[in-house]
């Protein structure tokens, strides 16, 4: 674990340093500028060149130009200056996002309709989804993917500060005619939790082409079960065992079909009406799903149960202030 956060108030202290033995240091000469890094176990000290900006000091030093952010967050910095000085870590510098004053959250949207002009409550409007995906774009917020969550939940790999995940719930096609389209514009990942029984095509249903599609670009396909049926409870007339044999069917049937047309690995479940059980739970587990998600509107810290995933949903009549609300990524709490 990085033991020096602590570092970050002298810098200058660290770069005098640089004189001493002990460690590696390195020079060479890139566009015509004198390039030198000092490595210790934990970080690196760089000083960055008239060309660098966050993103290819990342390409750099850590083989990634999309972990510029991590470079920003550990030196505190919103823009970068001509041949500043900065600390570069090696390895996470918070895990499952604890600091001295509180913890990271997660927040995760969920979306159900759109329209291109109407709205209500489960239906946003075009306009109203554009707008919301520029406010997460131009606040600085970072829309993950699944897989970087669940990395986060299991201490595997650090996010921003201000993460945030977007998933969408049933299988309507205005989310492919409306929503699909400005994703891709703001090159957002997404989940679509869908319930197989709504994917014939028909309406205002989508299809299995336009699923594989997505599936191509970004979009995450998960489990909604077949029917959408409450899990939580059994059907009048459904004994015990019969219930128990319906959950079973609609989590198993319904992952299968959709890793049959997308070749995706379906290990996460949403739940119809985000009700849900012990029993249903239980036999999630037992068919290899990772998590399953309710719509308690909370964030998401790193001890959130796995079974029990927070997500709010985003309804039609939502403003720009109801929507800021939303995106709480930090619980102030001592540690």
Same mark, same amino acid.
């Given at each position: ?40 176990? =934990? ?41 500043q000085d900065l600390l570069?870590p090696i390895e996470p ?95 957002? $990942? ?29 979009? =995450? ?14 059907? $009048? ?11 079973e069917r609609e989590l ?84």
């Open positions: 674990m990085i033991r020096m956060r602590w570092l970050k108030w002298d810098i200058l202290i660290l770069l005098i340093l640089t004189c001493l033995p002990g460690c590696a240091l390195k020079r060479g000469v890139e566009d015509g500028f004198l390039v030198t890094s000092k490595q210790y176990p =934990d970080f690196l000290v760089v000083r960055a060149k008239y060309s660098d900006d966050f993103s290819t000091l990342a390409k750099r030093y850590l083989n990634d130009p999309s972990k510029g952010w991590v470079i920003a967050e550990f030196n505190d910095l919103e823009r970068l200056q001509p041949n570069i510098f918070r895990p499952g996002g604890l600091s001295r004053s509180g913890y990271q959250t997660v927040p995760i949207l969920t979306y159900h309709n759109f329209s291109k002009t109407t709205s209500n409550k489960m239906t946003v409007r075009q306009n109203d989804f554009e707008q919301q995906m520029r406010y997460l774009k131009e606040n600085g917020y970072h829309v993950i993917s699944m897989k970087e969550f669940f990395d986060f939940l299991e201490f595997k790999q650090q996010i921003p500060e201000k993460s945030v995940l977007i998933t969408i719930d049933d299988g309507w096609m205005h989310f492919y005619t409306i929503a699909y389209p400005i994703l891709k514009k703001y090159d957002y $990942p997404a989940t679509l939790f869908v319930y197989t029984d709504l994917i014939d095509g028909r309406g205002n249903h989508l299809s299995w082409q336009a699923i594989e599609e997505m599936a191509d670009n970004r979009i =995450d396909m998960q489990c909604h079960t077949l029917s959408h049926r409450y899990l939580n409870k059994r059907k $009048p007339g459904e004994n015990y065992l019969e219930y128990a044999l319906e959950i198993k049937e319904s992952a299968a079909l959709i890793e049959s047309k997308t070749g995706v690995k379906v290990d996460l479940l949403a739940y119809p009406y985000g009700e849900s059980n012990h029993l249903v739970a239980a036999y999630a587990f037992k068919l290899g799903f990772r998590g399953g998600f309710s719509v308690n509107p909370q964030p998401n810290a790193f001890f959130v149960p796995r079974f029990r995933i927070n997500r709010t949903m985003i309804f039609g009549d939502y403003d720009i202030d109801r929507f800021q609300s939303t995106l709480r990524t930090f619980a102030k709490e001592s540690l």
